[in-house]
């Protein structure tokens, strides 16, 4: 257990992330579902794998055995009332919103009638997680099919009835009406009494983002009074009766091992202390009283020496991963030949880019509240993978996953950061110990030190180019950062793109966007560069260079925008730049204007333009938020944030040390939000990130002439 | 949690209620309002002042409930993000938020309101760069600062007009 509870699970999300998910075994059947759910109509969407399998039987699920392999459904109560269960969690991306817009819509109900379920693995269908902007594309499709298809179940419950011919029917504000016959009937009396399951037919008509009414339009945030009066309860918050409060003794530095230790005085302070190898904790009635006897216990640890951040790049260039042959293809993309290419280029340029570890500072630290029931399990905390950490504490405690039940109440953000589940086994190690629940809730300093980091890296980019412009050549070296938006959208006949793993000197994983914000910051940094040397004005030697016509049309409307064809050159101490690209299936185009001080140092960004483009959107607003929030957070990993850390310990890991945007930090915000209704949904939590970086740091080098390749670009301002 | 015997307790009025806590007079405020009370709308996110997500009114004025002594507040007027609204009805600054969509996770939208309602006791009508200065301890690490500034405007606005209002009825 300790070894478990303490070791670092090595997140490899850029892999992680494509697995392909293990089917949902639904342990319900038919009868015990109504007992839960009230009588009703379900309509369920089944994996397409199992869907096949099942083809002869029709849609109507007759039996009492329900599919196996469910994504999603939804109920409808005898009192009229939408639940929708979904193994989505909502962390602020505003997809409880956006979810529920998208059934309100097919299902033609008001949002009131509508509730959502979200992240109970006892409820909802198995669900990989949320991330990887995949809660647009994937479920919201999902759901509106399902709405979709109750909403025919319900048009043949009202033909049925009238003996009227269904295709004659319309369902509208939560009625079905027949404008022929001058009658119309509720959901809820069409509810009353049955009991009907229905499986997602393979194909059925959903409504065109054109037609939208719901759907399309900035809907308030769903819930949003519980937010505004405090009244939510977020992980952090959940209390049950006879609850206690868990702390846990962090070893002095990573990887350390427990010599010796001393628990005589905690152990008579009226709490319980757990020592299971290398996992040292309290339960106590208060968190005064868990923090007293954690500070009472004398521990002694050793650990082996390890690099810190001043030598962070050159140990990554110097340290491949074990085991990874750093010519091998695993992760590589060659097109042409670059070596040719290269040598018949009439400008070649080669520079080096580096990305700072950073953290993602949610401001709701880790949170988890444990309670054993005999064998089984029930924890309550923020995680984007509440199945995920299932199978966690699953395996910690040797019990089966049916055992466990994990909830996700709204959390307070995560940014890729709480795919893990370690408060979760915390709290339940202390909990199964004082016999009680527990609750654990980290200190800021411990989210800063024991979560995990998003990847430093190194970054090598060669490039030739001919005197017209034309790129020739590219080749392109990332060094542990990630593989994700490494491909370049250019038109470059000859690539040579290579992902190097590396040792890690931190424990490092998922954060918003992946390292997608480190290679464009290279590549859009580099086409800058590539700009200046042949002399063309940087947009027009990308769309010289580029042929994606949804990636060309967010550059040219962010420039529009940004007035970046009159921008004044001839003031002092100005600078203007521009990043853009392609990422989650998003289009994105960013510009900025910043002003540095040479004097003081101090460089402030003035205006930030956006252009994103996502398919249809399906709520503007929300849309627009996430947009000016991806550049407010993108601002501070371009321009300060870096954690500092040596031989094992974080030197930096409170809020008082880490600087993260605040109020003054803010740009002017404009967005431009191109509606390609014709075009499916997708999402936009990640993409929007990617452009902030590189555009900040083209404005530093148009307004200074310095060319800052480094992230942060300028932790301690930019002095003459 | 109940008073025991020979503890010293201390008497806290929070929202217009005075309750009797049994709590060493060093304990922070937050504790004692999360734990002991369960107000929960006041948020832990830094522990050491300065994130803002515990703010809360202190005879009026926004104060770090994270880095408060209970002792040091017996006797105060303490107000937290549960004591602003009456009833149902929405404090106006909660309205504004709420109209400019002003967050996302909304982890820091109890300390950004609570400071917002402090800044409008002794600013009405608060320019951009006041409310600027006067937030900047608010950490939002969703990044909606832009709708916060307007929520706040548009809050001063709804009162400035409220009180118009009155004033006309007179």
Known sequence: MSEKSNSQVVLEPERYELTAPAPYHFDLDRREFFKFLGAGVVVFSVLKTAAAGQESGGRQWRGDALPKEIDAWLHIGENGKVT????????????????????????????????????????????????????????????????????DVLINLAAAQWKADPQHLVAADGKITDPAGKRSVEYAALMKGQQLTEMLPAQDPLIPAADWKVAGTSAAKVDGHEFVTGKHRYPSDQKVPGMWYGKVLRPEAFGATLVSLDTQKADQMGVTVVHDGNFVGVAAPSTAQAEAAVAAIQAEWKAEPQPSNKELFDYLRKNPAEGHDPTGDGDRYDRGSVDPAMA??????????????????????????????????????????????????????????????????????????????????????LARAAKRPVKVVWTREEEFTWAYFRP????????????????????????????????????????????????????????????????????????????HQVKMDPLEFRLKNLKDERLRAVFQAAAKQFGWGNRDKTLDGWGFGMGGGYEKLGYVATFAEVHVDRKSGDVKVARVVSAFECGAIVNPDNLRNQIEGSNVQGLGGALFEAIAFENGKILNGRLSEYRVPRFSDLPVLQTVLIDRKDLPSVGAGECPMVGVAPAIANAIFDATGVRLRSMPLVPEGLKA | MAT?????????????????????????????????????????????????????????????????????????????????????????????????????CAYCTSGMIMSAVALLRINSAPQENEIIDFMEGNICRCGTYSRIIRAVQRAAKMMSAYVAAKGAAR
Not at chain 1, 499 to 514: C, E, I, V, W
Not at chain 2, 34 to 46: A, I, P, Q, V
């Open chain 1, 84 to 151: 929708v269960y979904t193994g989505k969690v909502e962390v602020g991306q505003n997809i409880r919103t956006s979810l529920t817009q998208a059934v309100a819509e097919e299902l033609s109900v008001p949002m009131d009638n509508i509730e959502l379920i979200m992240g109970d693995t006892q409820l909802t269908p198995f669900d990989m997680g949320t991330f990887g902007s995949r809660t647009t594309p994937t479920m919201n499709l999902q759901l509106r099919k399902v709405a979709s298809a109750a909403r």
């Open chain 2, 4 to 104: 025991s015997i020979g503890s010293p307790g201390v008497s806290l009025s929070i929202n217009g209620n005075v309750y009797l806590v049994d709590a060493d007079p060093q304990t922070s405020l937050l504790t004692v309002l999360r734990e002991h009370l369960d107000l929960t709308g006041s948020k832990y996110g830094c522990g050491e002042g300065q994130c803002g997500a515990c703010t809360v009114l202190i005879d009026g004025k926004a104060q770090r409930s994270c880095i408060t002594r209970v002792g040091a507040v017996a006797n105060k007027k303490i107000i937290t993000i549960e004591g602003i609204g009456s009833g149902d009805r929405l404090h106006p600054v909660q309205q504004a938020f709420l109209d400019e969509g002003a967050m996302q």
């Open chain 1, 456 to 531: 430093a890296g190194v970054i090598d980019v060669v490039s030739g180019v001919r005197n017209d412009g034309t790129i020739t050549a590219w080749e392109f070296h990332n060094y542990n950062s990630g593989s994700a938006g490494i491909r370049t959208y250019y038109d470059i006949p000859n690539q040579r793109i290579v992902f190097h793993p590396t040792k890690m000197p931190l424990r490092q994983g998922s954060y918003r966007a992946l390292a997608a914000t480190a290679n464009h910051f290279a590549r859009e940094s580099h086409m800058d560069e590539l700009a």
């Open chain 1, 344 to 429: 018949s280029a009439d400008h070649k340029l080669q520079q080096t880019y580096k990305v700072s570890y950073i953290a993602h500072v949610p401001l709701e630290p880790r949170a988890a509240l444990a309670k054993w029931d005999g064998d089984s399990l029930t924890v309550w905390t923020g995680t984007q993978r509440p199945f995920g950490v299932r199978g966690q504490l699953a395996e910690a405690f040797r019990i089966p996953e049916e055992h466990v039940r994990v909830l996700m109440p709204d959390t307070g953000a995560a940014y890729g950061g709480k795919h893990t589940g370690e408060t979760a086994i915390e709290a339940a190690r």
